[in-house]
């Protein structure tokens, strides 16, 4: 049977929803019910803030690994975030992911092998996307930015595998953070030149070609297929490297 997660509450049988709460937030401006359901809406968000807050306030030094949630266990970046997963626990880290399935699989995989604290950060979805069990630390939001808040909040270094369009989005925002000094500088690691490869000389061919960002920009970026080296990169800031 189909099940969908509301925050805390898990949802059967006909009432899944066919629309998630972000969904609703941004959706309903035209008309007038926004006035009384807004404000209702605020203390919602504010808790989700505060249990997040609170679930990973002592969680640690800790690196963020993004990825598809279609990749296949017998894929070659699936084993590589496995890989980087239990790297990162050796070092001494936390890893966070999105919970779910996939890239973000593999590397709470390696974590929890190797030991450590494996925190996954979901997010409710029209079409549900559990979480994996080899988190440790699961948390479940309703809002993106909430959680994206969390992502950036918590992690000293993020490592992207090879990933689609919540993958690139995370990138940017935090390649957008670090640019603009909203957030201290922590390293960017894209793993995988042949994916990452086109994208980042697009970025160096055109998009800094014709001045919409500065040369140096693209210094906050890292291209790796080593897993050593990626999370060698990612902790190198924390580690005086």
Same mark, same amino acid.
């Given at each position: ?50 249990? /997040? *807050? !609170?679930? =990973?306030? #002592? %969680?640690?030094?800790?690196? +963020? ?98 990933? /689609? *369009? !919540?993958? =690139?989005? #995370? %990138?940017?925002?935090?390649? +957008? ?65």
């Amino acid at each position: 049977m189909k099940e969908y997660r509301k925050g805390p509450v898990v949802l059967r049988g006909r009432n899944v929803p066919t629309t998630s709460t972000s969904e609703r937030l941004l959706d309903e401006q035209h008309r007038a019910d926004w006035l009384h359901g807004d404000p209702w809406r605020v203390l919602r968000i504010q808790s989700e803030f505060v249990e /997040g *807050f !609170g679930a =990973l306030a #002592e %969680l640690g030094p800790a690196i +963020t690994v993004y990825g598809s949630a279609r990749s296949h266990p017998d894929s070659a970046e699936y084993r590589a975030g496995i890989e980087v997963g239990r790297l990162l626990v050796e070092a001494g880290y936390a890893v966070i992911t999105g919970g779910g399935p996939g890239c973000m699989e593999a590397a709470n995989r390696g974590a929890e092998e190797a030991g450590g604290v494996s925190v996954g950060l979901g997010i409710e979805l029209p079409f549900e996307q559990s979480m994996n069990e080899h988190i440790n630390l699961g948390i479940n939001f309703r809002y993106f930015f909430v959680r994206k808040t969390m992502f950036v909040k918590y992690s000293q270094g993020f490592i992207a595998l090879p990933g /689609g *369009f !919540g993958t =690139l989005d #995370e %990138l940017f925002e935090c390649l +957008t953070l670090v640019q603009t000094r909203t957030v201290r500088r922590f390293p960017i690691v894209l793993f995988g030149s042949a994916y990452w490869g086109p994208l980042v000389a697009w970025m160096r061919d055109t998009v800094e070609a014709d001045g919409k960002i500065s040369p140096h920009d693209l210094d906050l970026i890292h291209v790796t297929d080593d897993p050593q080296e990626a999370v060698a990169l990612a902790t190198a800031q924390r580690d005086g490297a």
